[in-house]
């Protein structure tokens, strides 16, 4: 099984907090187009005796396409590789693109599944974070899509400076109105060189606080738990059935290719990085050139990328697995590394598998770091 990732690199405005790749302006729009579409060709060979299963349009803003425009795209993954009965077809789209007439358009394509970017209900957040949408079109889309979607997952964002707990709660409480089944949520990270970055250190914006973010993830998880929502990974909560397939098996290692500017690929052993850049994108593919830089993953860093993964999943590490995989050297490190988390009650060996506690879970990443092999 494995999956097809596309990203479309194209934004009506930039929050003020990314810094994935994508463009404000949408000139080269229909050469980025045909670009995907010759890549998607070129690189059939790669996916020869393999059947597709999850396609997903992410970005940027992939609802900037046309439905004409994403079917195109979905026919050119059809013409050239296998793709399973019943794939799940996901498009990240923004509220302000998620008319009621859109909707239905969707709902009679091949997308199945939507993945629409909240982020808040609150009107200062989306202000603060300049997102394109207000709180009235977040509100109106959600009720006009659940009704023709039953997939569907919202994006939040917490840990908004100014945001306090209580309204934190609002937004959870809110979403949780709508009845849809997958929520993601993320805290609210200052990346280098963002605007977000440049607002706080001119002092316009007060600094994120990791206490509060750190309270209000607690806030998410038990709220969406008691609500019925399974705690899958670090920032995705699913009811059962309903867990993302594409990123379920990007956190279980399985290959899928990354079609579009900046988009990652994965084989099991080599990764694989296209260009960030449109324009070099779309001339490289006009020469029949893939954009692409491959990296061979080592031995340990195969190890190391399981155990980050791992630990954030609900499926943890397998002991079994690293000793399989690695041998005893790296099933011997591991054990004794983890030993330290474990009488801090940060980590927990059950059923011969290495998982988070509750008390453990927000520090994965960190807990992860410190169990990973230096080459
Ligand atoms: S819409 Fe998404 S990709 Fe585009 S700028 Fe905002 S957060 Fe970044």
């Given amino acids: ?194 605007a977000l970055a440049s607002f706080i250190e001119k002092g ?18 038990d709220k969406l738990e008691a609500s019925g929502f399974v705690h899958y990974e670090l920032s995705n909560f699913g009811k059962d059935g309903f867990f993302s397939k594409n990123n379920t098996a990007y956190w279980q290692g399985k290959s899928y290719l990354g079609i579009g500017p900046s988009a990652h690929s994965f084989n099991g052993t080599q990764r694989g990085w296209n260009v960030r850049n449109n324009s070099k994108y779309i001339r490289a593919l006009e020469l029949n050139v893939l954009p692409i830089e491959i990296e061979t993953l080592t031995q340990t860093d195969q190890y190391n990328e399981y155990i980050m993964t791992g630990l954030r999943t609900i499926w943890g590490v397998s002991i079994q697995k690293v000793e399989n995989d690695f041998g005893l050297d790296y099933k011997d490190y591991l054990i004794e590394q983890s030993e330290i988390f474990i009488n801090q009650q940060l980590l927990y060996i059950d059923d011969a598998h290495i998982r988070v506690t509750k008390k453990g879970q927000f520090l994965s990443d960190g807990i992860a770091s410190e169990l990973f092999k230096i080459n």
């Fill in 1 to 194: 099984m494995a999956g097809i990732y596309i990203h479309i690199p194209f934004c009506k405005q930039a929050c003020h907090y990314c810094d994935f790749h994508f463009s404000t302006s949408l000139k080269k729009k229909d050469e980025l187009i045909n670009a995907l579409s010759k890549e998607i060709e070129l690189r059939k060979t790669e996916f020869k005796n393999t059947t597709v299963e999850t396609i997903y349009f992410g970005g940027g803003t992939p609802s900037l396409l046309t439905n004409e425009e994403l079917q195109f795209l979905i026919d050119s993954v059809y013409n050239n590789y296998q793709v399973s009965e019943n794939p799940e077809i996901t498009l990240e789209a923004n509220p302000d693109d998620l008319t009621v007439d859109r909707i239905i358009k969707l709902s009679k394509s091949k997308i199945n599944r939507l993945s629409i970017g909240i982020q808040s209900f609150f009107e200062a957040d989306l202000k603060l974070m300049n997102r394109a949408h207000n709180a009235t079109e977040a509100k109106a889309c959600l009720e006009e899509a659940t009704k023709y979607f039953n997939n569907i997952s919202l994006d939040l964002i917490y840990g908004i400076p100014g945001a306090s707990n209580a309204q934190w709660l609002q937004n959870i409480e809110m979403a949780l109105s709508f009845g849809v089944p997958h929520i993601s949520s993320y805290a609210l990270t200052v990346e280098p060189k963002t």
């Fill in 204 to 221: 316009v914006i007060e600094d994120v606080n990791d206490e509060q973010a750190h309270e209000q993830f607690h806030i998410l998880k």
